[in-house]
Nanobody, 125 residues
Framework: QLVQSGGGLVQAGGSLSLSCAAS????????MGWFRQAPGMVREFVGG????????DYAGVVKGRVTISRDNTKNTVSLQMSSLKPDDTAIYYC????????????????????WGQGTQVTVSS
């Protein structure tokens, strides 16, 4: 399973970190993605990182404000966000990709098989 931590309430312009820890599986096997879902909206891709950690990809709306990293020795993946905006308010999810040892980052939710429980991030104006 994937267990998320972090999140919460932050003022606009602030920073926040989310963490995703795996148990029962070796996270280094999978590319990992971060998604978010605002009320009434579809779940959207935020960014992701390949299995090795050598490559990342970010959605245009967060590029330059988000950094995804992983520590395969600790079986964790992290999402750091800065210059947060009220539009960043959503439930954030980490997910493991279906492709084993993938060298690319998929942006479609259908490409992911295991999801974290979700973490609320609220950005106040």
């Amino acid at each position: 399973q994937l267990v998320q931590s972090g999140g919460g309430l932050v003022q606009a312009g602030g920073s926040l970190s989310l963490s995703c820890a795996a148990s029962g599986l070796t996270l280094s096997t999978y590319a990992m993605g971060w998604f978010r879902q605002a009320p009434g909206m579809v779940r959207e891709f935020v960014g992701g990182i390949t299995a090795s950690g050598k490559m990342t990809d970010y959605a245009g709306v967060v590029k330059g404000r988000v950094t995804i990293s992983r520590d395969n020795t600790k079986n964790t993946v992290s999402l750091q966000m800065s210059s947060l905006k009220p539009d960043d308010t959503a439930i954030y999810y980490c997910a493991a990709s279906r492709a084993v040892y993938s060298t690319t980052v998929a942006q479609s939710t259908g490409e992911y098989w295991l999801w974290g429980q979700g973490t609320q991030v609220t950005v106040s104006s």
